[in-house]
């Protein structure tokens, strides 16, 4: 064995104490830093605050914008803080130079929306709302993808409050670029299922911790969520929007393709001289947009679907969590019926992208939501007060009265094709038009009886009740789907209600042009196109009826609209043309009758006060011209002739060549 005196020798020397003489220096520092060097100069920096920045341009803290991206990446959450301030204030002293610089900014910046200091983020979000907005969607388009990256990035954060302003940047960048954001869909719908699922039938743990992290939202922030989401999805399904136009909903279909075209006149040989275009070979790269228009709208409409599957059990949770205010009565502008009005515009964008025309009866889903709705449908039926809240009402009755007619076109379709596949003539008790299908649901069609009533009222069939116009552009296109469904009767009632309104509907309101472009629309499909099949028969005894007073009552309306609506004076103007050019819709009699009316619009002869000039002289010279055009479309009338020619002379060049030609 060791010695032990050895031990006690080696643990004197780890802790060997050194004795200090006089006269003797003492020993540096084990951990002594030696500055013994030498050098020929010193430079020290000079500080930016007292540099010489006179040739460079700055914000007002002297800060130039390499300056302020730069502190972007601090450590330091103030100081990332003062520079997004700085940067703002950059930006309104200097927007062009911030302009030239974006795709640096938008790098520098865009990291901040994963932020974890609040602060920071807040401050981010008021220089996106105020720098956005003044950038042209072109110029922002470049760097959306970088943007698109780090909010989702956001939006599927592990902290809630990152989550939540991860939608409001996303919310900015739809509406400063809408047609990019619109493209990265399969990268950001994700995200929001997984802030809004809540399918309790999910088999995999991620699905599950979604879930249980989705039950624990506050209303208020389900709402901001749901918000955002509504939005993306309305960008996101524009391009199966046919136009802006209040009426697109009754534009023509378009025409199916002939068969056999591209067998016929294009060979499948490459043409040697298609360069020369002798032919017009250019044109044939329209067909290829129209094929690659018509595959993006495709895509859309699948990806709808599945957004579809994803969110409805979260719209129908929170639907059944919400609709509880309309159990109780007590109906007021809070988060549940912001959540109701949000649930059903987010399950109309989706079933508008996904069954445009008709929801088949093998969507259970829709189908299902529809006979929860039932259940308190109308909403806020004695409810009267807060303006917002029957505004939001209003809404919310249309949305599903429409989602009613929908379905109801969609057991009509199916009816007609099961007829016609198996050969079955219809028996006497069901004929075409009336309200009865084939194996038809009896408590759907009981809602769709309850629409049609609710949508009479609103019109002001039995009683008026005037809406924005808005309003009244979403009310006319569940009109005109309610009338499809319906019976002959249902459309007749619907028809007198649209006229109704017509008639009371302020002179100067643009609803006025609405309605009237509405039922012109109407005409014009049943005398220039395809009729619509049963319902909106135009021929039919009483509609022809109710249409031909409506038309009758038109020269009157534009002597009553003189110059207070142009627009609606230029609907009327175009609606008599078409009655008198392109349809049989008036006999003898009443066409004599409208021709007749007609000339007061031009100018009377009042005994002892001579000539009276009408509105004519009063309308633009668009307007003029319109008017002429329908009076070249009525039989010649002596009267009616005088009162052109005495109108014509002080009107434009081009309409008094125009009304020659009708005097001739």
Known sequence: MPRSSKKKQKKAEDFKKVKLKVGKKKAPAANATDTSFTARAIVVGVQSISADKSAQLTNSHNHTLKELLAQMRHYSAPTRKDAVVGLGDFAALHPAALRAELGAVISATVRLVVDNEPGVRRQLLRLYGTVLPTLEPRELAPFVPLAVIFTCSAMTHILDDIRADAVKFLDLLADAAPATVAQFAPRVLPSFFSLLETSTAAADGARAEANARTALLSQGRRLAILRSCHKFLCVFTRPLVPSSDALAFMAPPPAPPVACTEQLFFPD????????????????????????????????????????????????????????????????????????????????????????????????????????????????????????????????????????????????????????????????????????????????????????????????????????????????????????????????????????????????????????????????????????????????????????????????????????????????????????????????????????????????????????????????????????????????????TRAVRASIADCHTQVRVLAREIIA
Request: charged share 20%; with cysteine.
């Open 269 to 640: 040989a490459t043409a040697p001289f298609a360069a020369l275009n002798l032919f017009g070979e250019a044109d044939a790269g329209s067909s290829h947009d129209a094929d690659a228009a018509t595959d993006a709208a495709g895509a859309v409409r699948a990806q709808s679907s599945a957004a579809l599957d994803r969110l409805y059990p979260f719209l129908q949770a929170t639907w059944i969590e919400s609709a509880a205010i309309f159990a109780g009565g007590n109906i007021g502008a809070d988060d549940s019926l912001q959540l109701c009005s949000l649930t059903l515009q987010t399950l109309q964008v989706l079933w508008r992208a996904v069954y445009a025309n008709a929801v088949p009866p093998h969507e259970t889903r829709l189908i299902g939501f529809l006979r929860q709705c039932s259940t308190f449908f109308p909403f806020g039926k004695d409810y009267s007060g807060d303006t917002a809240v029957e505004d939001a009402l209003l809404a919310l009755n249309s949305r599903v009265c429409e989602l009613a007619a929908l379905v109801q076109l969609g057991t009509k379709v199916d009816s007609n094709e099961v007829l016609a596949s198996s050969d079955v003539k219809l028996s006497s008790e069901v004929k075409p038009g009336s309200n009865t299908r084939p194996s038809s649901d009896a408590g759907l069609a009981r809602v769709f009886k309850r629409a049609t009533r609710f949508m009479l009222q609103t019109l002001g069939h039995k009683q008026t009740r005037l809406v924005r116009h808005e309003q009244f552009g979403e009310l006319l296109a569940v009109t005109w789907q309610l009338a499809r469904g319906g019976g002959r009767s249902d459309a007749e009632q619907l028809l007198t209600a649209v006229m109704h309104y017509a008639g009371v509907c302020p002179l100067a309101s643009p609803s006025k042009t609405l309605t009237i472009r509405f039922l012109t629309c109407i005409i014009d499909a049943q005398w220039t196109r395809v009729p619509e099949p049963g319902a909106l028969d135009v021929g039919s005894t009483q509609l022809a009826a109710l249409t031909a007073t409506w038309v009758l009552q038109l020269p009157k309306l534009l002597w009553q609209l003189r110059d207070r609506n142009l627009d609606a004076s230029l609907a009327a103007a175009v609606a008599l043309r078409l009655v008198c050019q392109r349809t049989r819709l008036l006999d003898t009699a009443a066409a004599d009758t409208l021709y007749a009316s007609l000339a007061p619009l031009f100018g009377v002869d009042v005994p002892g006060k001579g000539r009276v000039h009408g509105p004519f002289r009063l309308y633009p010279p668009t307007l003029q011209q319109a008017v002429l055009e329908a009076v070249a479309c009525c039989p010649r009338s002596p009267r009616l």
